[in-house]
């Protein structure tokens, strides 16, 4: 009869760690040096909800929370601006699929569109891109500024770390018009994206100057730097 004691013990902490409030968990788990926020915090850290929930000042609307033991992070579920699903942490995020539109990330880039991130793992170990995985795409592109859609031209490409640094090389080509766009991303959310363009349709042509780019020996150019989220 000498375990009622030690499996009562056991009994009631395993109690308390189910009853653990989801807001506890908010800090000690990382997401929220990631980048997590909500207006309220209700439920457990099994199964919670963020009301007015945002990643980096981006709707989530109200996301549907739960601890991720292996991960260590918490798993989240959104259908707000941003809409999907994966695992934050204070290092970055793991088995990321979501959409999002880029101008809400990003405004200042002569590109939009929507954003989508398939199966996307970062680890930013010490500031540093440590290693990553998943693709990037960008869908419904249309130039800035006097630009507008350019029908079924679509940009993906495989995330890779290098030199410390995310990069997103996203390409394709459509309706006469080639881009090519590299995105360079570091632990403060820091960016760097070069793009370049190319197009034989005068209306493009002339809604890349429209849109900050330069003419370059082989079609146009454009550099941009910034913060992810600022600006909005």
């Given at each position: 009869m000498?375990?009622?004691a030690?499996?009562?013990?056991?009994?009631?902490?395993?109690?308390?760690?189910v009853?653990i409030?989801?807001?506890?968990?908010?800090?000690?788990?990382?997401?929220?040096?990631?980048?997590?926020?909500?207006?309220?915090?209700?439920?457990?850290?099994?199964?919670?909800?963020?009301?007015?929930a945002?990643?980096?000042?981006?709707?989530?609307g109200?996301?549907?929370?739960?601890?991720?033991?292996?991960?260590?992070?918490?798993?989240?579920?959104?259908?707000?601006e941003?809409?999907?699903?994966?695992?934050?942490?204070?290092?970055?995020?793991?088995?990321?699929?979501?959409?999002?539109?880029?101008?809400?990330?990003?405004?200042?880039?002569?590109?939009?569109?929507?954003?989508?991130?398939?199966?996307?793992?970062?680890?930013?170990?010490?500031?540093?891109?440590?290693?990553?995985?998943g693709r990037?795409?960008?869908?419904?592109?249309?130039?800035?500024?006097?630009?507008?859609?350019?029908?079924?031209?679509?940009?993906?490409?495989?995330?890779g770390?290098?030199?410390?640094r995310?990069?997103?090389?996203?390409?394709g080509e459509?309706?006469?018009?080639?881009?090519?766009s590299?995105?360079r991303?570091?632990?403060?959310?820091?960016?760097?994206?070069?793009?370049?363009?190319?197009?034989?349709?005068?209306?493009v042509?002339?809604?890349?100057?429209?849109?900050g780019?330069?003419?370059?020996?082989?079609?146009?150019?454009?550099?941009?730097?910034g913060?992810?989220?600022?600006?909005r």
């Amino acid at each position: 009869m000498r375990w009622i004691a030690p499996a009562a013990s056991l009994t009631f902490v395993l109690a308390l760690l189910v009853l653990i409030p989801l807001r506890m968990a908010l800090g000690w788990s990382g997401a929220a040096q990631a980048g997590l926020s909500a207006r309220q915090a209700t439920g457990t850290i099994w199964s919670g909800r963020l009301a007015g929930a945002a990643y980096h000042g981006i709707s989530l609307g109200d996301a549907r929370v739960s601890l991720d033991i292996m991960g260590l992070g918490l798993r989240v579920a959104a259908d707000g601006e941003a809409r999907g699903r994966g695992t934050l942490r204070a290092s970055g995020v793991s088995h990321a699929t979501a959409a999002l539109p880029l101008a809400r990330l990003a405004p200042g880039l002569p590109l939009k569109g929507e954003l989508r991130v398939e199966d996307l793992s970062v680890d930013f170990g010490k500031g540093a891109c440590r290693k990553t995985r998943g693709r990037v795409a960008l869908q419904d592109v249309r130039l800035g500024g006097a630009g507008g859609p350019v029908p079924g031209l679509r940009l993906a490409g495989q995330a890779g770390c290098r030199e410390g640094r995310l990069v997103l090389p996203l390409t394709g080509e459509a309706s006469g018009v080639a881009v090519e766009s590299m995105a360079r991303l570091d632990g403060a959310g820091r960016y760097e994206v070069t793009t370049r363009l190319r197009a034989t349709d005068p209306v493009v042509t002339a809604a890349a100057g429209g849109a900050g780019f330069e003419r370059g020996l082989d079609g146009f150019i454009r550099t941009d730097k910034g913060t992810l989220g600022a600006g909005r």
